[in-house]
């Protein structure tokens, strides 16, 4: 009997220690928070008196913060660079409208990658990769999205968003509505491994902010422009502290990576150190950004030296939290692990800048390692000192031609490689069998004749100005499978304005309509602190305007006026097409 007992004794131990052993660490939670054209100095703890973000400078302390962090100099390419670990040329986005922010859908994603290895993912704001099927977030590995696809968003109180693949009217302030969705978003999945990605808008323009911010920082002097930006920036910040909270809340945070940086430099000319440009240079304030990276099981707060930037959060991440596996395409950003917890000393590398895919001549391209940046362009290379020189005001390429023609040579290997397989995207890949609706905004489309875009800036414009017979829009389309569809028109056009006839063709088939309802476009109510420059935001309705079919392959679908009834046919916004 005391035989027996012993036996199973041991037996039980055996068993529960081998039950122990088998089971790993719980994978940390991941959240990862985005400003959209916040500069470097647009945080109080790098020496900007006149803004007071509280929950960032802590957030600072907290944290490993890199002294020289870069991404892009626009939006979409930084936001493609960090989701895939990849230099964004190589994702196929370029520059930030009309089709050049469209990702391959190639492309795998960090989320992908996370959902994959049992996280549960959602991204709450602004995507700026493409806003096609295969583009979508829930098909680019987000379990839930609700934001807006494009890169700038017409106006931020009561807006209309995406959730997944419906719109949904959301309520109040846009900053404070996604922080709202992604603090759901946790509270719902806190009991297993979560990616949280909060790519804000702000302080991107238009420049619209809750009173209560533009007003403080008005009392303090500040003109409409700068009180306004430091207003959405401290909106931005308390709602940061929101997300903190509830970390601490649901006992969460010692086990959750949180990241926080912004996507370019600032957009506007403000404090940034002593730092040469802003949003869309690659010069130092151009492309250099805050970035902390706090985990308080793991990570010991303090600063680092090492140069480091967007294409690294990726692979970084992947290692820190234990996960093996890598896209088919290979990242190349570099593992940022043992700099973060071993705190190793800072190895020299090289960054290269890039504007977008445009000839030499109408941009400037830079490459900086831990010494030095080059900035190349078609009227000079010039080479700076940035130790001595931070706000790159001697060239010294004279004084220093070794490392000019060492810089050089990498940049040229670099941008050669780059530009000889860039693939674009403008392309609109639609009709597959699962997709219900094709939305196509004028935005994307080629205007002819007369009729205009309602601003410069292509993103949330609509068409105008429908003037003359034979005047149209075309959307060039790749179509996934033959099909037949129902058309709607979202449009705006007053009771004495109506009547105009139009044709909407494909190249297999055609049918003229009508606008024949009359539904009055308002502008919406003036929230702006800074007069725009960017097309207003109005009301639009939709209405039914006929079928039509589409074959695979290379498809054009033209909207042309055909008989115009009044002074002016109307206003244009979108068509969209919806699978019988």
Known sequence: MKLFLAFTILIFVFSYTNSFSAQKPDKP????????????????????????????????????????FYVCPLCAPTRAEMLTGRYFLRTGVSSVSQGYENMDPRETTIAQILKQNGYTTGCFGKWHNGAWFQQ??????????????????????DAIYQHNDEDVKSDGYATDYFTSQALDFIEKNSGK????????????????????????????????????????????????????????????????????????GPNTY????????KKGSVDEGGVRVPFYISWPEKIKPGVTEQLAQDIDIMPTLLSLCSISDRPELPMDGKNLTTVILKNANPHDRIIFSRQGFYP?????????????????????????????????????????????????????????????????????????????SITLPVQD??????????SVHPNQSHTENWVENGDS??????????????????????????????????????????????????????????????????????????TISVKKGEEKLSLKLIDKKASEAGLIKAIRLIKF
Request: glycine share 6%; with cysteine.
């Open 445 to 454: 489309a080629v205007l002819s004749g007369k009729v205009k875009f309602s």
């Open 136 to 157: 979508h977030p829930n098909r680019k590995g987000f379990d839930e999205y609700i934001g807006f696809m494009v890169g700038h968003l017409g106006y931020y109180f």
């Open 29 to 68: 939670n991941i959240v990862l928070i985005l400003a959209d054209d916040m500069g470097w100095g647009d945080v109080r703890s790098n020496g900007n008196m006149k803004i007071e973000t509280p929950v960032l400078d802590r957030l600072a302390e907290n944290s490993l913060s890199f002294d020289r």
């Open 473 to 546: 829009i075309t959307w060039k389309l790749d179509i996934q499978q033959t099909g037949k569809y129902k058309v709607e028109l979202r449009y705006g056009c007053p009771a004495d304005k109506l009547g105009s006839q139009f044709k909407l063709s494909s190249n297999a088939d055609s049918f003229d309509f009508a606008i024949d309802k009359a539904f009055n476009s308002e502008i919406l109510p003036n929230r702006d602190y800074v007069p725009r420059s960017e097309s207003v935001e109005r009301t639009w309705d939709w209405m039914p305007i006929g």
């Open 270 to 277: 403000r404090y940034n150190g002593v730092m040469k440009g």
């Open 193 to 264: 491994p979560f990616f949280c990605y909060v790519p804000y808008n702000v302080p991107h323009s238009p420049f619209q902010v809750p009173a209560k911010y533009f007003e403080k920082y008005k009392a303090k002097g500040l003109d409409d422009e700068l009180a306004c930006i430091h207003g959405m920036v401290e909106n931005m910040d308390d709602n940061i502290g929101l997300i903190l909270s509830k970390l601490d809340e649901l006992k969460i945070s010692d086990n959750t990576i949180v990241i926080f940086l912004s996507d370019n």
């Open 360 to 436: 030499l001549s109408r941009c400037a391209d830079a490459v900086r390692n831990n010494n030095f940046r080059l900035v190349v362009s078609l009227q000079d290379t010039l080479l700076f000192d940035m130790i001595a020189d931070p706000a790159q005001k001697q060239d010294i390429s004279e004084n220093q031609p070794e490392i000019k023609k060492e810089l050089l040579s990498a940049y040229l290997k670099w941008e050669n490689e780059m530009v000889s397989n860039y693939q674009v995207q403008t392309t609109i890949k639609a009709g597959f069998p699962e997709e219900k």
